[in-house]
């Protein structure tokens, strides 16, 4: 996570270099690491995630440590970032979801393995 994060803050201050407008994600200053990462999470891996776990079965131990990532990430954000309680509230709400999502998996390939 780091790592990308880091790259899109360097194409960012080139960006920036150039007089160009800066991508939504590559300013340093605006962007949370942690806020980030549950969006990235939440709009893009947990989507794919599932429905890959619903084609391939076996695979659902990645959707619970997904679970545990956001719920991780979450608890980063909160600490880099101070959020009101409506703020944390939303997000509890998206990793309820997943997390709730996740486990359904788990319990369904568990039944079907019996």
């Known amino acids: 996570a780091h790592c990308v994060l880091d790259e899109f803050f360097d194409q960012g201050d080139e960006e920036k270099r150039l007089g160009i407008p800066v991508g939504m994600l590559n300013d340093r200053k605006k962007v949370s690491r942690p806020g980030s990462q ?18 391939f079965p076996e695979l659902h131990p990645l ?6 990532n956001i719920r991780l990430w ?15 509230r939303k997000r509890d709400a998206d990793v309820a979801a997943i997390s709730l999502e996740a486990e359904g998996l788990r319990k369904r390939v568990s039944t079907q393995q019996l």
Do not use: Y
């Not at 979450?74 to 944390?88: L, S, V």
């Open 38 to 55: 549950h969006g990235f999470i939440n709009f893009l891996v947990a989507p794919l995630a599932m429905a890959s776990i619903k084609v």
């Open 63 to 68: 959707t619970t440590q997904m679970a545990k």
């Open 74 to 88: 979450r608890n980063h954000w909160i600490d880099d970032a101070a959020p009101d309680d409506e703020a944390i």
